[in-house]
């Protein structure tokens, strides 16, 4: 008999490392609601907040804070919220794609199918995406509080979470190849 996918609560629960990136010209860290979700759900979800950063809509600034983090071996995740729609100044897959050894085309699939649910067609101004640099996975989500809550609700609460079967995201971490299939 074939499983439902979901949470298997008879298995253990292993935290990520993740770091939280808000690309923006205007946030700071008491306007940043987006970033402030993101890191809320992570904490309530078990995971480790390891860094937080604000940066401006600028490649070089961007690549910096990400480049960074890759090479931490303590970091598992990186999420972005911000720079990924058309405004001239949206600049943050020009900034990380190019770090990419791996692209995850069904994050940006799977986050589409559900933002169409909440926000329409407009999810077609969304250039979210995600990969894999170096040990690292990044997700880059737009900025709004609502794509962040679509992100985390329906994807990454569940990509990132050890007990998801058929399989979750955690099998794929470095420090835990061999103890989450």
Known sequence: ?????GIDESLEFYPLNIAVLTV???????????????????????HT???R???KDEVSDIRAVVTRWIADPGIDVV?????????????????????????????????????LGTV??????????AGQAGETFIFCVPGSTGACRDAW????ALEF?????????????????????
Request: glycine letters at 10%; hydrophobic letters at 30%.
């Open 24 to 46: 923006s010209d205007s946030r700071t860290e008491e306007t940043d609601t987006s970033g402030g979700l993101l890191i809320e759900r992570a904490k309530e979800s078990g």
């Open 53 to 55: 950063a604000i940066v």
């Open 79 to 115: 999420l972005t919220t911000g720079g990924t729609g058309f405004s001239p100044r949206d600049v943050t897959p020009e900034a990380i794609r190019p770090l990419f050894r791996r692209e995850m085309d069904g994050f940006s699939i799977v986050f589409h199918q559900v933002s």
């Open 161 to 181: 979470d050890s007990r998801f079967r058929p399989c979750s995201l955690v099998g794929q971490i470095e420090r835990y190849r061999g103890i989450c299939p």
């Open 49 to 51: 907040l390891v860094d």
């Open 153 to 156: 609700d329906n994807v990454f």
């Open 1 to 5: 008999m074939k499983r439902k996918p």
């Open 120 to 129: 329409g067609v407009s999810t077609l101004q969304s250039r979210a995406f």
